[in-house]
């Protein structure tokens, strides 16, 4: 019987896959600008790992094994991905765990039925929902609603990787009784990044910066840029 790996392991393991695959990149010389309006030294591309069958094999076993100690063996009904980027995990992780499958509209899409849920479950179904990634956490919430008011229950949200410096987010899930799992988180990719010699010295320091106080982080780097 093979032995489980450990929460540890599987975070390591995560951000060496993304880092080969060039799916994480630190930049903090010449700040990435988010969607949000955000600097960031760091950014994360969690859709590039479609394109590499054999390092997103190895991330949706460790998914899976994450899912099943975490949440159980028996005790989910199916798997929900957010459009569009949780589409294509949540259909792997539902093959693997032998479960059906549905994805979240971000919005009803104006026609037919104007339905945000496509698929179908059970009233009362036990559904997880999977994304590729978190930040603060608050897309997450409009897909949970979106999934309860269809009938789910709606107890855990999983993704590849969490940024982990949010803590306000979290919150934010847990008060509205959603727990968030993730294979790796932003610290899990700096301490890859640092053994492999992707960063050193200020470089190394300014990213650490941002990770402890993203917002003073971006405030200075925005000024610094007028």
Known sequence: ?????????????????????????????EPFTLT???????????????????ARAKLMDLAVERISEAIGYESLDAIAGGETAGIPFA???????????????????????????????SEGARVLLVEDLATDGG????????LRTAGAQ??????VFHYGIFPEGIAKLEAEGVQLHALCTWHDALAAAETAG??????????????????????GAESRQV
């Open 36 to 54: 949000s309006g955000r600097q960031s030294p760091v950014y994360v591309d969690c859709r590039k790992i479609i394109s590499f069958p054999r």
């Open 154 to 159: 709606v107890a855990h949200s999983f993704v």
């Open 198 to 219: 992707y960063l050193s010295g200020s470089g190394l320091a300014d990213v650490r910066a941002f990770l402890d106080n993203p917002h003073d982080w971006s405030a």
């Open 1 to 29: 019987m093979t032995k489980p790996v450990s929460a540890d392991v599987a975070a390591r393991t995560t951000a060496d896959v993304l880092l080969e695959i060039e799916a994480v990149l630190f930049r903090p010389d």
């Open 139 to 146: 897309s997450k919430l409009g897909f949970v609603e979106a």
């Open 91 to 121: 259909a792997w992780i539902a093959e693997r765990l032998g479960l059906p499958m549905v994805y979240v509209r971000k919005q009803p899409k104006g026609f037919g039925r104007n339905a945000r849920i496509e698929g179908s479950f």
